[in-house]
């Protein structure tokens, strides 16, 4: 629930985070009055314009009476097909009336649609065929059923299983089958493979251009490659690609339903498999870097030491390719994470997920610049007692842009430099557990001290800015800026 105007603003990140994570949220805004309407009131706007492009359904409540019947539909149209935003706006004056409109009878439920059976026995003639299936999991409707069940698919058929954009707990990353993240700074080699493959299962991702690399990944139609896709949403199937064999259900649904599916004899499935899971197991080794801080060793001691059901969240930025890269998902609902880049989001993604489960721990990643744009959230960490450990991967610049300058103007650096507060200090005037972190060897127990405080706890790691990425240097970057000129 936001005001009108200034709130409404403020909230079209989280709007838009939600639309294109297929979240469903719905977003009450405060409204003038009726008799006031397209006058340009104060803090007047016209949300169907405002967030026309940004949520599956805009609307206003102008009669009391039709409260329940707008509520009831938001919920359904929220949570039915690909899942997503709703906004409602609510008239100052309307919330005010008198009604003896009814209350609903129950919650709204979504109706569920299975995969037809001659779908199935198409997929199973498909699966015996193939000699290089590659399956990409990832979106949204995923359960825990779901998960093991997709997770026994691969197994039992030896298909090497990567994960979209930030949904790589949709998959145990410690299977044999599990490959790594097909998303930003994807493994070459898995790059490769997916390319390859003759048979490509898509259960759940939309293929949208972090996950096709710029729609350059997937080639469908231009190879002989066939394309299984499976989407929550029917508007989804054959938007950006045609599906040889489209399955419109929910992930649970469809996880469930190929479980009959019969397995092949074929042996070269195994070593496919294997191979591409060897290479993933490569990929997540330490590098080496600049500085006396290396966050891939930090994030590795995370993954090693970190309960099973642990929380990790981070917002964009060039840190975050640290975190997706080295850390391994063990279990279900342990990444939040927005897929569309929003900046900010790490913090208050940790205070909602602590809030909703109190037992599990809850780690925090932002990058310095990440931070400042809602560090004030830990003023809410304190107030509801939400221990909470933030991370903050302090490198004095914005990462990510800094990068792309230089690769592309290189030396021509603009508004990217940072005079950032003393973040250590910050934390302790919020009542956090506080220290700075300078060294690799100093981390683990700066962070089990954070986590015996028994309370919200800052923790910042101080890195070098030439460790820019895993694999380049700043200066790396730059000379190859210049080479490119």
């Keep these: 629930m936001v005001t009108r105007g200034p709130g409404a603003t403020n909230a079209s990140c989280g709007l838009h985070t939600a639309y294109q994570d297929s979240t469903p949220m719905i977003l009450f805004i405060g409204q003038v009055g009726r008799d006031m309407k397209d006058r340009e009131a104060f803090q007047e706007i016209d949300y169907s314009h ?34 997503g935003p709703v906004v409602l706006a609510l008239p100052e004056d309307m919330l005010t009336d008198y009604t003896a409109a009814a209350d609903l009878k129950a919650p709204a439920r979504v109706a569920q649609s299975v995969p037809a059976i001659e779908d199935l026995n198409e997929l199973e003639s498909l699966l015996q065929k193939a000699k290089k299936p590659f399956m990409l999991v990832g979106g949204p409707t995923w359960t825990q059923d779901a998960v093991d069940n997709i997770v026994a698919f691969a197994e039992k058929h030896n298909i090497p299983t990567g994960a979209s954009l930030r949904s790589q707990d949709c998959f145990d990353n410690t299977h044999r089958c599990y490959v790594g993240d097909v998303a930003i700074a994807v493994n070459p080699k898995l790059s490769k493979r997916v390319k390859e493959s003759d048979l490509l299962i898509v259960v759940g991702p939309r293929l949208g251009e972090m996950t096709t690399q710029g729609y350059d990944l997937v080639t469908i139609p231009e190879t002989a490659q066939t394309l299984v896709h499976v989407q929550t949403g029917a508007e989804e199937l054959g938007r950006v690609y045609r599906p040889d064999l489209g399955f419109n259900c929910d992930m649970p649904s469809f996880a469930k339903a190929i479980q009959s599916i019969s397995a092949t004899g074929d042996e070269s499935r195994a070593a496919w498999c294997a191979s591409a899971h060897q290479d993933y197991l490569d990929r997540i080794q330490p590098t080496e870097v600049a500085g006396d801080l290396n966050m891939s060793k930090v994030v590795r001691h995370l993954s090693e030491t970190l309960p099973a059901d642990a929380i990790v969240t981070a917002g964009a930025g060039n840190y975050a390719v640290w975190v997706h890269r080295f850390f391994q998902h063990k279990k279900f609902r342990t990444q939040v994470a927005p897929t569309n880049g929003a900046m900010g989001y790490s913090v208050p993604g940790a205070l909602g997920a602590k809030a909703v489960d109190p037992t599990k721990t809850v780690v925090s990643f932002s990058g310095d610049g990440c931070f400042m744009m809602l560090g004030q959230e830990l003023a809410t960490a304190i107030q509801f007692d939400l221990p909470v450990i933030f991370i903050v991967v302090n490198n004095g610049f914005l990462g990510t842009i800094r990068m792309h300058q230089e690769r592309t103007y290189p030396e021509r650096v603009m508004a990217t430099d940072l005079h950032n507060p003393n973040f250590v200090q910050l934390g302790q005037a919020y009542g956090c557990h506080s220290e700075l972190v300078t060294k690799t060897e100093d981390f683990a127990a700066a962070f089990e001290r954070a986590e015996q405080s028994g309370k919200a706890a800052l923790l910042e790691l101080r890195v070098d800015p030439e460790a820019l990425t895993p694999v380049q240097s700043l200066s790396e970057v730059r000379e190859q800026g210049k080479a490119s000129v």
């Design 50 to 83: 405002m967030f026309g492009q940004m949520a599956k359904w805009v609307a206003q409540i102008d009669s009391a009476d039709r409260i329940p019947e707008y509520i009831n539909r938001a919920f359904h149209v929220a949570m039915s097909g690909r899942p």
